[in-house]
Structure formats: C-alpha cells, structure tokens
C-alpha cells in the first residue's frame, strides 16, 4: 500500500483489550483465507463476538455491518489500549481487511497482532499519542494523510497528530513482509 | 562483553548464520530457525501462502525442522475443519514431512504445545516459532519460543529466517516452598493480575528463582504459557537438571544443543519477587486474565460447568490434582475432562490413586472425559465437547477468558488452577482448594 495516500471514511470506536477472539470468533477459524472466497466471508464475521455494550462508542449497541453484509461501512477502527491481543491467528487483521477497514488507530498494540498487520500488508496500524477512542465517536467522518501521520476529524473540525510508524514503515511501504524481504535482498523475486 | 539475558542470547546466538557476539533490546534481527510448528487452524493459511510466495512446486527450507501437529478441531462433524487437516496432510505426503502426527492414526497426539516436548521437538538454546500464541509454553525448556502469523510461517517455511526485534526481560523471581494448594497457575494468575494484560507486551518473561526451580516441567510449561495473557513475547526458565532429564529423555533423535542461560549482570527492565509461601489461591473473574481476585474474596459464585484441560491445564500435574480433590466425591455441576494429548488420556487410564485409575476417579465423580484436543478452551464448532453454547458460567483450567473465547459470548469464564476447579466442581460454587487440600 502506498504509504503517501489520504485515506477518508468513517470511523468505528472500540474500547480497551479488544482481543482476537471478539475480532474473529474461533468457530469460523476453520475458514481458509488462502482461498480468496472464504477470505471474503471473514468480513462477515468481523467483530462477531465485541459485547453489545462495546460495540461502536461511545452508545454501544452500534452493528458493525448488518448481518448479511460482508463489508461494512467502516474504514477506520479508532480503539484504546493492546489491541488484538490473545491468539496469534492472522484471520484477525484478515476480518478487518475483508470488512474494508483501512487503518486501525489504537493507543497501542499487542504485539502478534501488529506484526500479521504489518507482514500480511492487510492495514496500518497507527499509535494515537492520546485516547482517541474517548475523543472520536463511531460515524464520525475521517480524514488521513498517511504520510503526515495527520489524522482530521472531519465531523468535529479536530485534528490530531499520531505516532510515526517508525521502523515498520518500509514493510507497509513495500505492501508487506514478502515484497519488503525482496526489496532488502532476504529473498530472491 | 556486555551481559546479556537468556533470551538476548539465543537471538544473538541465531542472528545470520555465524551469530551475532551481541544484540540488545530493541535490535531489529533476521534469525535463523530451528523448529517451526503449525496446526489445522492456522497451517491452511500459511501452506497457501507459502506456495504463493515461493510457488507451487517449491519445497520448504528443512523438513526435519517442520512440525505439523492437528489439534484444534478434531473431533467434530464440521465439513470445513475437516477440510483442513486434509490440507495439512496433502502438504505433508507433497512434501514428504517426518513429524506429522496425523488424526485417526497412532501417531495422533493432540495439543500442539504439550505434543511439542513429548516428541522430542524442545530443546534448550533453540528458537521455536509456532503459528500459535502459546508457543511461548516451550520458553520453559530454556529456548526463545513465540507465537507468529500465517505469513510469517509462510516466509519461514520457505527461508527458515525471520525478523524479530530483541526485546528487554522483565525478571520474576519465586522464592520458598510452595503450598499444597497452590499450583503454577496461581502464580502466574498473580503476575498477571499484577501486570495486567498489557504488562509484558514487546518483552521477554524470566523466571527464576528457589520456587520455580522446585516445580517439575509441567508445571513450569504452565508458567511460560500464560506470558502471553500479559502480552509477553516470551516466557523462559534456563535450564537444570530437571530441563536436561526431560529433553534428553525425548531427544530420540539425539538433536544436539546448548544449554544457555542469563549472563551475571545482564540487564532486566523490570524486576519483582515473590514469596510463594504467602501467596493464595487466585482466580481470574469475566472477561480478562488479569481480572484477578483470590478465591477466598469470590467463593460462593454459583457455576454451571467446570472444565479441565488445554495447554495450560491438561497434562498430568494438572490432573493429578484434581483428581486429589475429586476422588470419592461427586461433582455437582457438568464438568469436562479432556486430557491435552494421547500420552496423557493412556496416564489417565494407568496412573492410580487411592486404587483407582485417575480415568476412573473423575468417572465415579461424574466427570466427563473427552478426546484429546484443545476442545472447548478456544470454543471452536458448535459440536465441540465442552462448547459453551449457552450464556453459561464455568471455571476452567484454561489461558483466556474474553468474551466469547469458550464458545457463547455471554459466557462467563472464570481462570484458575486445577485444585481450585475441581474444588468448585465438587462444590457447584466457586471454592476455595483448603477447604479440600493440606
């Protein structure tokens, strides 16, 4: 993915420890994302197992998508703290992808979640420098400048600067962990 | 030279093919892999995109250091996860893989993290990748063991290299003799408890200490298990005696090793001690691993089900305990036996207490015993033995208990040791082990 886009859509807000089993519930793990039909139908199952109460702050009880929809609405997860953390399955960033989410902006990461993130190519993980889940409100329209790491709540008139990506840049740069391996001269195209 | 930890060193060890003298936290290192592990959930998806990446017909980097162990969805009707152990074992026969451990066959073990060591597949020293977050559960053979992606695998099937950034260890230090009613799993519930679910993320978990060295291997494997519901990118104990008899005892393949353990004077971000012998039994409430309590400060919560197995609490020290607190008595409330893999279901058939088999205290108690697998621990198809289908509350041996983790998201999941479930199992309410044991 190019990392000099503007990306814009609408935001939708999770709270803290949203843990991989609430972004893909483990029954549908036995999906298999190398086909690209099954793939798809991860986007269905995405979040299928937030609680009610957490899902699409800060109300709650917001759907991510409606039931029979693959893709929802949504480019953007805003969440608060260790984001994906628990199994190290990488249907997880996959859901998010299939479901057309972009970049998730989260205060941080737990750390497996990060790398299938980044190595699979699937979206970009950002780190806010405040609690953005608390400032930005599901619906809200945004507006990313990549590259900036300038993030503009369009709804609200706010704008907030978030966390370079730092080292893991080149690999979202390249589009993932093979063609960045290419690029570094690890593996021969 | 400057000093390093245990896990410093291995990655150093590991870093290109004639090692590195030195690497420090936060290094960024392609390293080169001694064993990798994959299963049915997630070996699919690395398969597919290993042959993506390097084609068709290509052939992984080492086929004595793949390891491909079914275990997640074994035992159930589903078309889909059936479908994928048949892609697992379509791999196997193209690429011609020793250590296959295939569903329906002898060779059939079960959990991935406790048929890892049985096989002779953990040795000190070593780097251990898995496409499983609880392969940290091998850190406690004194090697760096982690949880990675599908990709990741991927790219190591083809290359047998990964990067990986060096993280700092943070040191927990055990001392004294630890009471008969408390287990691994109560100290490492308290680290968690202490540190929160987010309290080790990026860093490596050391143990050390009089009081860990005190307990067998199983029980330390259930100490580095957990490092992940803290977030850790590793858990490790260096290895004694204990360590080399186990390994050595497995080694059937005669795999040398080196026995590596934490420089004097290496550098730990963090550092805490604790006195096992004033500790008490603790338990972890809904929807978190570190939503600590003691059980003293919950007994009395009415359960609807009691479970016991997984990675965590499935292997014989597990149920040897329960079957202390359970032998002769009858439980009140559904409880789940399943033993992680196939060598542990046959101890349960052979091992005896009080004239019994240990099968056969949990039978008379009324207990049921499933097949080996991970089964309901990560909920799995609706037909998994021990689903939570219902909104239901158990306490369970098990690693994790968010929302939804053992099937109905509703469910209320409470983590503890296997003393302490057995207790409430016999019981029907969250119970205390003393009211059971010394």
Same mark, same amino acid.
């Given at each position: 993915? *190019?990392?000099?886009?503007?990306?814009? &859509?609408?935001?939708? =807000?999770?709270?803290?420890?949203?843990?991989?089993?609430?972004?893909?519930?483990?029954?549908?793990?036995?999906?298999?994302?190398?086909?690209?039909?099954?793939?798809?139908?991860?986007?269905?199952?995405?979040? !299928?197992?937030?609680?009610?109460?957490?899902?699409? @702050?800060?109300?709650?009880?917001?759907?991510?998508?409606?039931?029979?929809?693959?893709?929802?609405?949504?480019?953007?997860?805003?969440?608060?703290?260790?984001?994906?953390?628990?199994?190290?399955?990488?249907?997880?960033?996959?859901?998010?992808?299939?479901?057309?989410?972009?970049?998730?902006?989260?205060?941080?990461?737990?750390?497996?979640?990060?790398?299938?993130? =980044?190595?699979?190519?699937?979206?970009?993980?950002?780190?806010?420098?405040?609690? @953005?889940?608390?400032?930005?409100?599901?619906?809200?329209? @945004?507006?990313?400048?990549?590259?900036?790491?300038?993030?503009?709540?369009?709804?609200?008139?706010?704008?907030?600067?978030?966390?370079?990506?730092?080292?893991?840049?080149?690999?979202?740069?390249?589009?993932?962990?093979?063609?960045?391996?290419?690029?570094?001269?690890? %593996?021969? *195209? | 030279?400057?000093?390093?930890?245990?896990?410093?060193?291995?990655?150093?060890?590991?870093?290109?093919?004639?090692?590195?003298?030195?690497?420090?936290?936060?290094?960024?290192?392609?390293?080169?892999?001694?064993?990798?592990?994959?299963?049915?959930?997630?070996?699919?998806?690395?398969?597919?995109?290993?042959?993506?990446?390097?084609?068709?017909?290509?052939?992984?980097?080492?086929?004595?250091?793949?390891?491909?162990?079914?275990?997640?969805?074994?035992?159930?009707?589903?078309?889909?996860?059936?479908?994928?152990?048949?892609?697992?074992?379509?791999?196997?026969?193209?690429?011609?893989?020793?250590?296959?451990?295939?569903?329906?066959?002898?060779?059939?073990?079960?959990?991935?993290?406790?048929?890892?060591?049985?096989?002779?597949?953990?040795?000190? $020293?070593?780097? %251990?990748?898995?496409?499983?977050?609880?392969?940290?559960?091998?850190?406690?053979?004194?090697?760096?063991?982690?949880?990675?992606?599908?990709?990741?695998?991927?790219? =190591?099937?083809?290359?047998?290299?990964?990067?990986?950034? =060096?993280?700092?260890?943070?040191?927990?230090?055990?001392? !004294?003799?630890?009471?008969?009613? %408390?287990?691994?799993?109560?100290?490492?519930?308290?680290?968690?408890?202490?540190?929160?679910?987010?309290?080790?993320?990026?860093?490596?978990?050391?143990?050390?200490?009089?009081?860990?060295?005190?307990?067998?291997?199983?029980?330390?494997?259930?100490?580095?298990?957990?490092?992940?519901?803290? &977030? !850790?990118?590793?858990?490790?104990?260096?290895?004694?005696?204990?360590?080399?008899?186990?390994?050595?005892?497995?080694?059937?393949? $005669?795999?040398?090793?080196?026995?590596?353990? *934490?420089?004097? $004077?290496?550098?730990?971000?963090?550092?805490?001690?604790?006195?096992?012998?004033? %500790?008490?039994?603790?338990?972890?409430?809904?929807?978190?691993?570190?939503?600590?309590?003691?059980?003293?400060?919950?007994?009395?919560?009415?359960?609807?089900?009691?479970?016991?197995?997984?990675?965590?609490?499935?292997?014989?020290?597990?149920?040897?305990?329960?079957?202390?607190?359970?032998?002769?008595?009858?439980?009140?409330?559904?409880?789940?036996?399943?033993?992680?893999?196939?060598?542990?279901?046959?101890?349960?058939?052979?091992?005896?207490?009080?004239?019994?088999?240990?099968?056969?205290?949990?039978?008379?108690?009324?207990?049921?015993?499933?097949?080996?697998?991970?089964?309901?621990?990560?909920?799995?198809? *609706?037909?998994?033995?021990?689903?939570?289908?219902?909104?239901?509350?158990?306490?369970?041996?098990?690693?994790?208990?968010?929302?939804?983790?053992?099937?109905?998201?509703?469910?209320?999941?409470?983590?503890?040791?296997?003393?302490?479930?057995?207790?409430?199992?016999?019981?029907?309410?969250?119970?205390?082990?003393?009211?059971?044991?010394?």
């Amino acid at each position: 993915m *190019s990392l000099q886009s503007t990306i814009t &859509g609408k935001a939708y =807000v999770l709270g803290d420890n949203v843990d991989t089993d609430q972004i893909i519930p483990a029954q549908y793990l036995t999906l298999n994302p190398a086909i690209p039909e099954e793939y798809r139908q991860f986007g269905k199952y995405a979040l !299928g197992s937030v609680p009610p109460s957490q899902a699409g @702050l800060p109300k709650g009880h917001v759907p991510f998508h409606t039931d029979d929809e693959f893709v929802s609405p949504y480019r953007f997860i805003v969440a608060g703290k260790n984001f994906g953390c628990g199994s190290s399955r990488e249907h997880a960033p996959i859901a998010l992808d299939a479901a057309g989410i972009k970049v998730v902006i989260a205060e941080f990461y737990a750390r497996i979640f990060y790398r299938n993130a =980044v190595n699979g190519g699937y979206l970009i993980p950002f780190e806010s420098t405040g609690r @953005l889940c608390d400032t930005i409100c599901t619906g809200d329209e @945004l507006r990313l400048d990549v590259a900036a790491g300038k993030l503009h709540n369009l709804t609200t008139g706010e704008t907030y600067e978030l966390k370079p990506l730092g080292e893991v840049a080149p690999i979202l740069e390249a589009g993932g962990l093979f063609p960045y391996a290419r690029k570094v001269g690890m %593996l021969r *195209s | 030279m400057t000093p390093m930890t245990l896990t410093e060193k291995i990655l150093a060890r590991h870093a290109g093919h004639a090692g590195r003298d030195h690497v420090q936290p936060g290094d960024n290192v392609w390293i080169d892999v001694d064993v990798l592990m994959t299963h049915d959930v997630c070996g699919p998806g690395t398969i597919g995109i290993f042959k993506q990446h390097f084609g068709k017909d290509a052939r992984v980097w080492d086929r004595d250091r793949v390891v491909i162990i079914p275990d997640h969805y074994i035992f159930t009707a589903d078309k889909m996860a059936n479908r994928n152990v048949d892609v697992l074992r379509q791999f196997v026969a193209e690429q011609n893989l020793p250590h296959y451990y295939d569903v329906g066959t002898d060779r059939y073990k079960g959990v991935c993290h406790i048929a890892l060591p049985e096989e002779g597949h953990t040795r000190p $020293g070593e780097v %251990l990748l898995g496409t499983d977050s609880h392969t940290c559960t091998a850190g406690a053979f004194g090697e760096f063991a982690t949880g990675i992606g599908n990709t990741d695998a991927g790219f =190591v099937l083809g290359t047998g290299k990964l990067w990986v950034k =060096v993280p700092p260890t943070m040191r927990f230090v055990f001392h !004294g003799q630890l009471p008969p009613y %408390l287990m691994a799993k109560d100290l490492i519930l308290a680290v968690i408890g202490d540190i929160g679910c987010d309290g080790a993320t990026y860093r490596a978990m050391e143990f050390d200490g009089d009081g860990v060295y005190a307990l067998n291997i199983e029980e330390r494997m259930t100490l580095c298990n957990m490092v992940i519901e803290a &977030g !850790g990118k590793n858990g490790v104990i260096a290895p004694d005696q204990v360590t080399l008899d186990y390994v050595n005892a497995r080694n059937v393949r $005669g795999n040398p090793y080196t026995v590596v353990s *934490s420089d004097a $004077g290496a550098k730990f971000v963090f550092e805490k001690v604790y006195d096992v012998a004033k %500790l008490q039994p603790v338990i972890a409430k809904p929807h978190s691993p570190d939503n600590r309590a003691f059980v003293s400060d919950i007994k009395g919560t009415k359960l609807d089900r009691a479970y016991i197995g997984s990675c965590t609490g499935g292997k014989m020290t597990d149920f040897r305990a329960a079957a202390t607190v359970l032998t002769g008595k009858t439980v009140r409330i559904d409880t789940f036996v399943v033993p992680a893999t196939s060598e542990i279901a046959h101890g349960l058939k052979t091992e005896t207490l009080n004239g019994q088999t240990l099968e056969e205290v949990f039978l008379s108690a009324g207990a049921k015993i499933g097949e080996p697998s991970c089964a309901a621990c990560l909920g799995g198809p *609706s037909d998994t033995f021990g689903r939570l289908n219902e909104p239901l509350s158990c306490i369970s041996t098990t690693n994790r208990n968010f929302p939804g983790r053992m099937g109905h998201k509703e469910a209320r999941v409470y983590l503890a040791s296997p003393l302490t479930v057995a207790a409430s199992a016999v019981t029907g309410v969250i119970t205390d082990p003393r009211d059971y044991v010394g």
